[in-house]
């Protein structure tokens, strides 16, 4: 069934390409086969491409989560939440490589969050990604965890990975996220998903609040247009059973102006 979605966790459009991301884990249970990614050319509606993971690029409990295109070097990047880890596909041979595989940036830091007086229970390791293109960096952060780290994609690119580990920078502290996105002034946008609150670091390293409230609800699966971010209210955190008398939002805010 090499066609026939399981678990689709990502969606990104990048240019005229749509890459849907299949976990191929149902329920977040162990991986059936292959972890895959499909890309569709949007002004055909085609199928034109799938990458599959090849079998020392993923584990069984992983559970590919999230990407980012990178053109300038031909590559896809990817983290791994179930496992911690990258992945990264060389595009023209269809070869995989994992890097940085249970790395403490790539490692959950808890096993829960904190809701008011509700937690919840659960360890998400790399998750949220974001690629810096003019400073060619690519950042990343585990789900339930506190550090937001970076490496520069010369590093991954590199055919020796040796000392990869070496070339990890520690970039902040910063609330627990899911998604995160670069805006065109290189600030980064990302959840603090214990507080309902949306932030942003700008590249001078200040973290500052976007928007907070009662309406953010697990903002997630951010986008970028018209000067708008675009996200969900995943609501994850509050999920125990049928989600049918749940309502879920898609919402807009105005990005802040540039200095």
């Given at each position: 069934m090499p066609n026939?979605?399981?678990?689709?966790?990502?969606?990104?459009?990048?240019?005229?390409?749509?890459?849907?991301?299949?976990?191929?884990?149902?329920?977040?249970?162990?991986?059936?086969?292959?972890?895959?990614v499909f890309i569709f050319n949007l002004n055909t509606d085609t199928l034109i491409k799938t990458y599959i993971l090849d079998k020392n690029s993923f584990h069984p409990d992983s559970y590919i989560n999230?990407?980012?295109?990178?053109?300038?070097?031909?590559?896809?990047?990817?983290?791994?939440?179930?496992?911690?880890?990258?992945?990264?596909?060389?595009?023209?041979?269809?070869?995989?490589?994992?890097?940085?595989?249970?790395?403490?940036?790539?490692?959950?830091?808890?096993?829960?969050?904190?809701?008011?007086?509700?937690?919840?229970?659960?360890?998400?390791?790399?998750?949220g990604i974001a690629l810096d293109t003019k400073n060619n960096k690519l950042y990343y952060h585990a789900l339930t965890g506190y550090s937001l780290y970076a490496i520069n994609t010369e590093v991954l690119q590199a055919a020796d990975k040796t000392n990869i580990e070496e070339q990890v920078t520690f970039e902040a502290k910063t609330g627990a996220p899911d998604g995160m996105i670069f805006d065109q002034a290189g600030r980064l946008y990302f959840a603090d998903l214990e507080h309902q609150k949306i932030q942003y670091r700008t590249p001078d390293g200040g973290i500052h609040n976007l928007i907070e409230g009662h309406d953010i609800k697990w903002a997630d699966t951010f986008s970028i247009y018209n000067n708008y971010l675009y996200f969900t209210n995943s609501r994850i955190n509050e999920v125990s059973g049928a989600i049918s008398e749940m309502t879920f939002t898609l919402n807009k805010i105005e990005l802040p102006p540039i200095d």
């Amino acid at each position: 069934m090499p066609n026939t979605f399981i678990g689709v966790q990502s969606v990104v459009a990048f240019e005229n390409e749509l890459y849907v991301l299949d976990t191929r884990s149902a329920l977040f249970g162990t991986v059936i086969d292959a972890p895959r990614v499909f890309i569709f050319n949007l002004n055909t509606d085609t199928l034109i491409k799938t990458y599959i993971l090849d079998k020392n690029s993923f584990h069984p409990d992983s559970y590919i989560n999230d990407l980012r295109i990178d053109k300038k070097n031909n590559s896809i990047y990817f983290t791994d939440s179930g496992h911690a880890g990258l992945v990264i596909p060389d595009i023209d041979t269809g070869q995989w490589e994992r890097v940085l595989n249970d790395h403490t940036s790539t490692r959950a830091e808890v096993s829960q969050l904190t809701f008011g007086e509700q937690t919840w229970e659960n360890t998400v390791h790399s998750d949220g990604i974001a690629l810096d293109t003019k400073n060619n960096k690519l950042y990343y952060h585990a789900l339930t965890g506190y550090s937001l780290y970076a490496i520069n994609t010369e590093v991954l690119q590199a055919a020796d990975k040796t000392n990869i580990e070496e070339q990890v920078t520690f970039e902040a502290k910063t609330g627990a996220p899911d998604g995160m996105i670069f805006d065109q002034a290189g600030r980064l946008y990302f959840a603090d998903l214990e507080h309902q609150k949306i932030q942003y670091r700008t590249p001078d390293g200040g973290i500052h609040n976007l928007i907070e409230g009662h309406d953010i609800k697990w903002a997630d699966t951010f986008s970028i247009y018209n000067n708008y971010l675009y996200f969900t209210n995943s609501r994850i955190n509050e999920v125990s059973g049928a989600i049918s008398e749940m309502t879920f939002t898609l919402n807009k805010i105005e990005l802040p102006p540039i200095d």
